[in-house]
């Protein structure tokens, strides 16, 4: 197995994600920020934080399928979220949850942050994920 991921005791816990990963490949996969739109550029759910993070994942799992990766090669995840704050946690989490069994999501999360921005790009992006895997 290329990527392990795990959380030692003494961590904190429980979380949605594991605090580590350890990566024996040496083939590096670097997802750039995924958005919630389809290849066309049509936005997807507008103005929908839980829908947006649904479509940003199933991005990202396009990404990585096309570089021969799965979720479960991925070392590290990224999610940078506009206007953040602590009550939009339901929302988010319900994101990850209804993309996750369709995209071989693993909960726990792959270590993973989550970055509170004022904006991204366009002012209907409301999610951005970035994600870097690990291939034999």
Not at 46 to 66: E, F, H, I, K, Y
């Amino acid at each position: 197995m290329t990527v392990r991921h795990f959380t030692p005791r003494g961590m904190l816990q429980p979380v949605p994600y594991h605090h580590i990963a350890v990566g024996t490949g040496t083939k590096h996969v670097h997802i750039s920020g995924q958005i919630a739109r389809r290849p066309d550029g049509t936005a997807v759910a507008p103005g929908d934080l839980t829908g947006q993070v649904a479509q940003a994942l199933r991005n990202t799992a396009v990404g990585l399928a096309g570089a021969g990766a799965t979720f479960s090669d991925v070392l590290r995840l990224t999610f940078y979220v506009t206007r953040w704050v602590p009550e939009k946690m339901g929302d988010f989490m319900a994101g990850v949850e209804a993309a996750a069994n369709e995209i071989g999501l693993p909960v726990p999360l792959p270590p993973a942050s989550l970055i509170g921005v004022d904006c991204l790009f366009e002012p209907d992006v409301l999610v951005e994920v970035e994600a870097t895997a690990l291939l034999d």
